[in-house]
C-alpha cells in the first residue's frame, strides 16, 4: 500500500504539501498519480508525473504541483492558492491506479 499524509484544515487561499510514501516499491520508477475523492463521487485524477510529463486536471492548474523527492521515495503534491471545492480526501497510486494499493489517503479540508 501507499500511504498519503499532509493533509489537514485550511483556508481558503491557504497551502498544503502532501507526501506519498511506499515500503518495498520503488516509486521513482513508477508513472504516480494524486487523486482525490469527495463523498458520492468517484475518485478523480488530480495530477500524475510520469517520464515524459505532467498532468493536471483543468481545475488545478497553476495552483498545484507534483513532484518526485528521489531520494527519499516520494512522491509530492503541493497546493496552492486552495479552494473550498479541493476539499476532499486525497490519494496517490500508480498512474493508471492499481487497486491493491488503495491507501486511507489524507484528508484536506478548505474552509474558514
Known amino acids: 500500500q501507499l500511504q498519503a499524509s499532509g493533509g489537514g484544515l485550511v483556508q481558503p487561499g491557504g497551502s498544503l504539501r502532501l507526501s506519498c510514501t511506499a515500503s518495498?516499491?520503488?516509486?521513482?520508477?513508477?508513472?504516480m498519480g494524486w487523486y482525490r475523492q469527495t463523498p458520492g463521487n468517484q475518485r478523480e485524477l488530480v495530477a500524475g508525473?510520469?517520464?515524459?510529463?505532467?498532468y493536471y486536471v483543468d481545475s488545478v492548474k497553476g495552483r498545484f504541483t507534483i513532484t518526485r523527492d528521489v531520494a527519499k521515495n516520494m512522491v509530492i503534491l503541493q497546493m496552492n492558492r486552495l479552494r473550498p471545492e479541493d476539499t476532499a480526501v486525497y490519494y496517490c497510486n500508480n498512474w493508471p491506479p492499481e487497486n491493491d494499493w488503495w491507501g486511507q489517503g489524507t484528508q484536506v479540508t478548505v474552509s474558514s
Open positions: 518495498g516499491i520503488d516509486l521513482n520508477s513508477k508513472k
Open positions: 508525473i510520469q517520464r515524459g510529463g505532467l
